[in-house]
C-alpha cells in the first residue's frame, strides 16, 4: 500500500533530524497517566519487545524502572532505529537491542519468548491486514500472563477527521497528503479484539497538549 509506504518515508525523514543526549541525571517522562501504566507494566516485565519502537524512547524509559533484563526494539524505520542504537551507545543501556524490521520478523520468534510487549501507536496507524498480522505475532510469542501495553490515538467521527485534514481512503484508513496516518477504530471495537486473548487489567484516557481528543491506553494481561 503506497500509503503505508509513504508513512515510513516521513518518519525517516522525521527521525533523521534527532540528535542523540546524554541522559544522565535525566527523568524520561511521557505524560502523567502513561507514566504510570508504564511502570506498572515495567515492574512485571523483565524480557520486553517495543514493536513500533521509532526511537526507543518508551523502552529507554521502560528500562530506567530497574526491573528490565533484556528489550528488544524494532521499527521500519531505519533512521529511527540508527538514533535508537547511538542512544543505546551514548548510555550505556548494554541490555537493549534495536533492528530495523516489521511483522515479518515477529514470525521467526519463539512462542512466549516475551513476558511483556509494547504496541505504543502501532495498530491504529498500519493497515488491517498488518494490524491483525501484528495482534497476532505479539500475542503468541507474549508469555501465558504475561502484559500488553497498548497506547493508541483518539477516536473521532468522520466530520471531526475531515476537519483536522485527514481524507477516507479505505474503510477506517485515513491519509494526509498520501500518507497514512490513522486506523480509525472505537474503543469498543478494539476491546472486542483484545478480550479475545487477553484480561482487561486497566483502560485509561489521557489527553496531550499538542492533539485534540483524549488518547487511549491499555494494560492487558494474556490469558
Request: net charge negative; with cysteine.
Amino acid at each position: 500500500m503506497k500509503q503505508y509506504d509513504a508513512s515510513t518515508a516521513l518518519w525517516n525523514q522525521v527521525f533523521s533530524e534527532c540528535e542523540p543526549v546524554d541522559l544522565e541525571g535525566e527523568k524520561l517522562e511521557v505524560e502523567p497517566t502513561f507514566d504510570t501504566c508504564l511502570a506498572l507494566f515495567a515492574k512485571e516485565s523483565k524480557r520486553v519487545l517495543d514493536f513500533g519502537c521509532g526511537t526507543g524512547d518508551i523502552l529507554f524509559q521502560c528500562a530506567d524502572f530497574g526491573y528490565l533484563t533484556y528489550g528488544m526494539g524494532i521499527d521500519r524505520s531505519h533512521t529511527g532505529i540508527e538514533f535508537a542504537r547511538q542512544m543505546t551507545n551514548l548510555n550505556h543501556y548494554h541490555h537493549l537491542d534495536f533492528v530495523s524490521g516489521d511483522d515479518r520478523d515477529l514470525v521467526q520468534m519463539e512462542d512466549g519468548d516475551y513476558d511483556g510487549i509494547i504496541l505504543s501507536n502501532v495498530l491504529d496507524v498500519v493497515p488491517d491486514d498488518v494490524a491483525s498480522a501484528i495482534l497476532k505475532e505479539t500475542t503468541r510469542i507474549l508469555a501465558p500472563g504475561g502484559l500488553m501495553f497498548i497506547k493508541l490515538n483518539p477516536y473521532e467521527e468522520d466530520s471531526k477527521l475531515s476537519e483536522y485534514g485527514l481524507t477516507c481512503f479505505s474503510d477506517n484508513l485515513y491519509e494526509e497528503d498520501g500518507v497514512l496516518r490513522l486506523r480509525n477504530l472505537s474503543t469498543e471495537e478494539w476491546k472486542k479484539q483484545f478480550l479475545e486473548n487477553f484480561i482487561l487489567e486497566r483502560y485509561l484516557e489521557f489527553p496531550y497538549p499538542w492533539q485534540e481528543g483524549m488518547n487511549r491506553l491499555f494494560l492487558l494481561r494474556k490469558k
